[in-house]
């Protein structure tokens, strides 16, 4: 059981160079998110998604796009980076959304830095 | 607006006890989490209170009071691989999770 599989784990990139980061469970969870964290701030919701089909935005969508074709993978691209999208990045999923118990289970992280 | 309030630094000695406090300020309110975060590695879970009191789960302990907007985690017994960032979040009414910006714990010998 894998759990939460995230990959690139670093990523350089230049100032309008896209790329995607990658994020699959194999827990048959219902909810997907990502997260960006930076120094000195708590986790911040990028985008989410409740299932097969449906993603909306977080905190801090701009610049960044998902979709989630299928209950196991999603993906976050990133469409022209820029030097304030150095973070890491981490995916997180749990059963279902809209339950005060939703633990959430991250996955390992991958730290992206544009130059 | 929404907030989350914890110390960013405590440190404290093996063996000994420490409660990292944590105030929230949220839109509704449905739990209150407590995640621990070692240097480089994802956040695990450690605790859920929607209740107010004491939650007690081996070493760890978390204890919520709602109509302060407070909870605190204690930490007893201190061991050094209790050293990490220990992350508080409040779910609010729409049950998303606002986080606070964590506690880096230090033990020392």
Redo the contacts between chains.
């Keep these: 059981n894998a759990g939460v599989t995230q990959t690139p784990k670093f990523q350089v990139l230049k100032t309008g160079q896209s790329m995607t980061l990658q994020c699959a469970q194999d827990m048959n969870h219902e909810y997907m998110s990502w997260y960006r964290q930076d120094p000195?701030?708590?986790?911040?919701?990028i985008h989410y998604s409740v299932g097969a089909g449906i993603t909306d935005q977080?905190e801090v969508p701009n610049g960044y796009n998902v979709s989630r074709s299928t209950t196991e993978d999603f993906p976050l691209r990133l469409l022209s980076a820029a030097p304030s999208q150095t973070s890491v990045y981490?995916c997180a999923s749990s059963y279902s959304?809209?339950?005060?118990?939703?633990?959430?289970?991250?996955?390992?992280?991958s730290r992206l830095t544009v130059l | 607006g929404q907030n989350i309030d914890q110390p960013t630094e405590m440190t404290a000695t093996e063996g000994a006890i420490v409660q990292i406090n944590c105030t929230y300020q949220t839109s509704g309110f449905n739990g209150l989490f407590w995640y621990q975060q070692h240097a480089g590695e994802a956040p695990t879970f450690l605790s859920y209170n929607v209740l107010d009191g004491l939650e007690e789960k081996g070493r760890f302990s978390s204890f919520l009071s709602r109509s302060k907007g407070y909870s605190y985690l204690l930490l007893k017994e201190l061991q050094m691989k209790d050293s990490a960032s220990y992350l508080c979040a409040s779910m609010d009414s729409n049950y998303q999770l606002i986080w606070g910006a964590g506690t880096k714990l230090i033990i020392k010998p």
């Design positions: 000195g701030m708590g986790l911040r919701l977080g981490f959304a809209g339950s005060g118990a939703n633990v959430l289970t991250f996955g390992a992280g």
